[in-house]
């Protein structure tokens, strides 16, 4: 069996995953700073999620042999990113092929839990998509030599954010299936408002009234629990669009530049949309028959009203019990009845 982690060591295992995350958003930010600089803050993002997945080894009871891989994995990852940082005048490709070599561990350390049936299925299920991710990317910096350094940042800067919100999501535990399905929905939020919403945002912006349009299509895909659920789950469905409309604000330029071949200095760009740049005109707002100019202290203000509603409708859903018995399979008797969370 799976030893349930305490809330102690989930807290540890979110920030650390949070922690991988954020330094791949400074490295994005900062495309002028020296090789030395990113390879510090890569290895530290190496060492935060090795760590996680050293100290995940030691919580949850696995077999003799997984349990000795990820804890191995973890040490031999720590050992890597160590050596990075303390030797800065190495060359580029043993650099490239050191942090290469440290995320390919953690990826098979990840596929080898994904192996433990003592494990959650969703779980399992996770461990082996992050896994295949880390080795496949891992793979590419390694095996292509011809790849150029932004190349070989992007993609080892990406697999570091896939192993932070795994860690987030691995942290977190839920334990019900609404908790499980709140997950998903989160997740399935972050993916569309970062590829579908941002990729319309940067190529369809002359439609007549387009951000009306654009806020609809934040919503579209929410729509189902209203019909399915009734507008009884209004609030979760208005969350779940309010966080593809972060997304698509704060990342659609991030998605310009590492897909769609956009050259933008981001942090100036991010400046504005968190209200750093004060009165300075961002955009207008196009609403067919008006039209709304914002400025950056609008555009910040809106940006910190949805982060607080979103976070505090997620974690009432999340923390709110179930009605009724959950069942392993199958549908509980609530869900027969119109109860779906459950």
Do not use: C
Not at 223 to 230: A, I, M, R, S, W
């Amino acid at each position: 069996m799976v030893e349930k982690p305490s809330d102690t060591q989930r807290g540890i295992e979110i920030t650390l995953g949070v922690l991988s995350i954020v330094v791949s958003l400074v490295v994005i930010l900062n495309p002028n700073y020296g090789r030395e600089s990113v390879a510090s803050l890569l290895a530290f993002g190496l060492a935060a999620t090795a760590v996680r997945m050293t100290l995940s080894g030691r919580i949850r009871s696995l077999q003799l042999g997984l349990r000795g891989l990820g804890i191995v994995g973890g040490l031999l990852a720590i050992a890597i990113a160590a050596l990075i940082i303390l030797t800065p005048g190495i060359g580029l490709q043993t650099l490239t092929f050191l942090l290469a070599s440290g995320l390919a561990l953690e990826g098979i350390a990840r596929l080898a839990q994904a192996l433990n049936r003592s494990y959650p299925r969703w779980l399992r299920l996770s461990a082996f998509t992050v896994g295949a991710i880390t080795v496949v990317l891992s793979g590419i910096v390694v095996l292509d030599s011809k790849l150029a350094s932004i190349s070989v940042v992007a993609l080892i800067t990406l697999a570091l954010v896939t192993n932070g919100i795994d860690g987030i999501v691995s942290g977190a535990m839920p334990s019900t299936r609404k908790q499980k399905t709140l997950i998903k929905l989160i997740l399935f939020s972050l993916v569309y408002g970062f590829l579908n919403v941002n990729w319309i945002d940067l190529y369809a912006t002359n439609a007549p009234a387009y951000h009306i349009w654009l806020i609809l299509t934040y919503m579209a895909p929410f729509g189902v629990l209203l019909v399915f659920q009734g507008f009884k789950d209004w609030q979760l469905a208005l969350s779940l669009g309010l966080l593809v409309s972060l997304v698509n604000d704060l990342g659609y330029y991030f998605a310009g530049d590492l897909f769609f071949g956009f050259h933008v200095q981001l942090l100036p760009w991010l400046a504005g949309q968190l209200g750093f740049d004060g009165g300075e005109l961002l955009f207008n707002f196009q609403g067919g028959l008006f039209t709304i100019p914002v400025t950056s202290y609008l555009m910040g203000f809106v940006v910190y009203l949805r982060i607080l509603v979103v976070a505090v409708i997620l974690y009432q859903w999340w923390r709110r019990p179930s009605t009724g018995q959950e069942r392993t399979s199958g549908l509980s008797p609530d869900t027969m009845s119109g109860d779906r969370w459950t």
